[in-house]
């Protein structure tokens, strides 16, 4: 296949590609050398894409580029802190108050999500963020469907209790 | 149903991954269960917060690092390559004029379709009108095109219409319209049915775009994302319901 439509297919999926390698790693750096190293794997690949499903695909060879790199080195990076939230998106038309609870929500959810052991947060971003269809995220994380499930299940109920969404819930009511 | 089995499908009934026969008996059980309903409100106010998590677009300078890449890569490639090279070129140039004969089949199109969309997304022009306002967004075509788009936001269904511009498929003038889910934007391109036959609606993924086709009315539609197909149906299905 063409070089031109390696670009034309992996390029539009960088963005993609970045933010779920930047999820994995939890620092830019490391998610940057990952996602280099996995567009070179996928150049190399390229033919073996034939059913036409370019972001699993990519986040596939992300996920396994992460992987064989993560267990090369052997200091695992679980357990490093994650660094400054400084670059938060938020919203221009919130007053200060609003935007600063936002913020602080949304660092709240960052922080959270972290704090996942890897195989539960990854579906959730997959799921969630990516909006990928279980079947999708089954192909990428290699597991039956049935396990697809019941990570996001178990996901959702250790971010719950991080998040301490419970006791919200409760005084809504 | 009971609560075990209800709770056991509840993740997969928040996702709508459940068959239409065990959604409709997990709705019925949560129209009386307030206890069920409760962790559905609960799993839809999760997942509100971390669709609300950073989002990590790659680096200009990752982007730019992949690109030489590929450029070197290319280089090294040319001499065995250009003949497959020229026979791609005769061949895209066969499409293109095909489509210009109106007899090009639908997967063209929806290659076209899906190289608009990338266009839109990586040259930063989505919008020639921003607005979440379909009677603004409507009129804002007129004496644009010859033909008026119907123009409908679906924010009450969960995906805000944010914008529209003009844009060409295969040379013709199409309305794109922009709508958004999360963080996922979809074009919907619009323009006159050519072919008056009135084909059956197509659903193909391209280079990892999910691509709906349908024409109602007079006017053919192209929806593209890179959202998930059951999202990207529920869109379709909510524009293409009376």
Partial sequence: MSQRLFADTVLPHLDAAFNYARWLTRNDADAEDVVQDACLRAMRFFSSLRDDDARPWLFTIVRNTWYSRASRRSTAREAALPDGAADEPHDEALDPEERLMQLHTIARVRAALEQLPVDFREVMVLREIEGLSYKEIAAVVRVPIGTVMSRLARARERLATLLKLTAAMETLR | MTCEQAERDLDAYVDRELDAELAAAVRDHLSGCAACHRRVAQRDALGRMVRGAPYYPAPDRLRQRVLDRTARSRSWRRVLTWAAAAMVVVSVGGGLTLLRSSQASRGDIADL???????????????????????????????????????????????????????????????ALVYQRQKHTINLFVCPERDSRSPAPVVRTVRGFHVHHWTRGGMSFWAVSDLNDIELTQFVDALRAP
């Fill in chain 2, 113 to 175: 379709v899906v190289d608009g969309h990338v266009r839109s997304l990586m040259a930063n022009h989505l919008f020639d009108v921003e607005s979440t306002d379909q009677h603004t967004v409507k009129p804002w075509f007129l004496g644009r095109l010859d033909f008026a788009p119907p123009v409908v936001d679906l924010a009450q269904r969960g995906f805000p219409l944010v914008g529209g511009r003009l844009d060409y498929l295969g040379g013709e003038p199409v309305a």
